[in-house]
């Protein structure tokens, strides 16, 4: 059984838009796949009915075996607690320093804060960002900014690590760089999808490209260029 299955899955929204068609793919544990395709082709929803954000409209979707339409409200944010969400817009709090924006999903658990200040240190070291932790966003760089994001969304452990147009905003050696630290993140055993318009990148990176057209699935390149997906025992990025 794969870590995350679609089943035939659809989405049409009441305005009668039908955002994905019959998107059957499964993801094997401590994969590292790019979802590509036009503005509008069906990336971002894709994501947010991982994240159960939205619900799909037909098929299943499955991860670790559970239907995620079937799961109550209440047990929604115990779901998330294994999925890091990195976006374009990183929202991050302003008046909050770059150490307490990262920490925060540990507060939302009730992690100790003793615990506390070791993981949001671990994952700045992990995306270079530790010597910056009191700092406050705004005196940071777009780029360093989307690190911080990336930080907070992989801070909690995640088994899966999800990004909606991380580098939208970036140059491309910007870009390459944050790709890089996905792969990083995919290394050491997390599952990684991340959806991009970027061509020519993700063209460069060793990884699955599914790409999305109108809402289906008109290219799966399923075969790493290098062979077999590299994981450890763990199964999430030690932070």
Known sequence: MSQIEFHQVSKRFENGHEALRDITAAFEEGSMTFLTGHSGAGKSTFLKLLLCLDRPTRGQILVNGVNVAQIPPVRLAYYRQNLGAVFQDHHLLTHRTVFENVALPLRVVGLKE?????RVRAALSRVGLLS?????PRYLSTGEQQRVGIARAVVTRPKILLA????????????RDIMQLFE?????????????????LIETMDARIIELSHGAVVRDETEYASGEVLSDESHHVEV
């Open 132 to 136: 910056k932790e009191g700092l406050f």
């Open 114 to 118: 003793k615990d506390i200040g070791k």
């Open 164 to 175: 909606d147009e991380p580098t939208g905003n970036l140059d491309p050696a910007l870009s």
């Open 184 to 200: 990083q993140f995919h290394q050491f055993g997390t599952t990684v999808i991340v959806a991009s318009h970027d061509r020519e």
